[in-house]
């Protein structure tokens, strides 16, 4: 079946520091692809999606883009903020259930 | 505000002793569903409803049960907890049809403890 596989966690990062957390995916089809953002105590809200092949998601200084011949959805950013201290989690949704496959999830500790 | 709100938050219960987390959306998304977060198994979907009275197993559906009479609200059921259900729940809702983006829209999440 489908599946989402993400680089173990925790990530421990200086403040400014360059950032990437790698997400892999297996799946039949052309799924789309998400990360989501859960902050300490809070619910996962979506951090920046691509729908196809090549599409580049961005959002608040992260990207990532759609590598089929990969199946890749890196998640980077250039200057990572004390802010940006949360759990990622990589994603995909295919078929007509709206249904999310989660990674499990990388916990990014960033120092002031 | 457009929110998906559970309640409740935070629960510490014992086995055996049936209880209801709710789950109501404002947004009138015909699309909600259940998942369990735990550590290093990322987020598993318990449940899921397409709409009014439509509802379906997610991958781990066992000892847990919904219902969707009515289209804001999806509660999860737990009639007889056991300590492996101790875990982190959330609720999520989106559209279907032509206004579907994809996202999943999360509450903030039930915290449940089964001694």
């Known amino acids: 079946g489908d599946s989402v596989t993400q680089m173990e966690g925790p990530v421990t990062l200086s403040e400014e520091a360059f950032l990437t957390i790698n997400c892999t995916y297996t799946a039949t089809g052309y799924p789309s692809l998400f990360w989501y953002v859960q902050y300490p105590g809070e619910g996962l809200q979506l951090l920046l999606k691509a729908t196809k ?10 990207e990532a883009t759609y590598r089929k011949e990969t199946t890749s959805f890196h998640l980077e950013k250039g200057s990572v903020q004390v802010s940006d201290s949360a759990v990622y989690f990589c994603a995909l949704s295919g078929g007509a259930t709206n249904k999310l496959i989660f990674g499990t999830g990388t916990l990014l500790a960033v120092q002031p | 505000e457009a929110q998906v709100t559970q309640n409740p938050r935070y629960l510490i219960t014992v086995t055996g002793k049936k209880l209801t987390v709710t789950c109501s959306q404002n947004m009138n998304h ?33 000892g847990y049960k ?25 609720c999520a809702s989106t559209s279907q049809g032509p206004r579907n983006t994809g996202e999943l829209f999360f509450g903030e999440g039930s915290r449940l403890t089964v001694l």
């Open chain 1, 53 to 62: 092949a090549d599409d580049k998601g961005s959002n608040k200084g992260f």
């Open chain 2, 30 to 62: 015909e699309y909600m569903s259940w998942y369990r977060q735990d550590p290093g198994l990322g987020l598993r979907q318990i449940y899921y409803s397409m709409n009014v009275e439509v509802t379906d197993k997610g991958d781990v559906p066992e």
């Open chain 2, 66 to 90: 919904v219902s969707r009479k009515e289209k804001r609200n999806f509660p999860l059921i737990l009639e007889s907890p056991s300590p492996n259900q101790t875990s982190l729940y959330f």
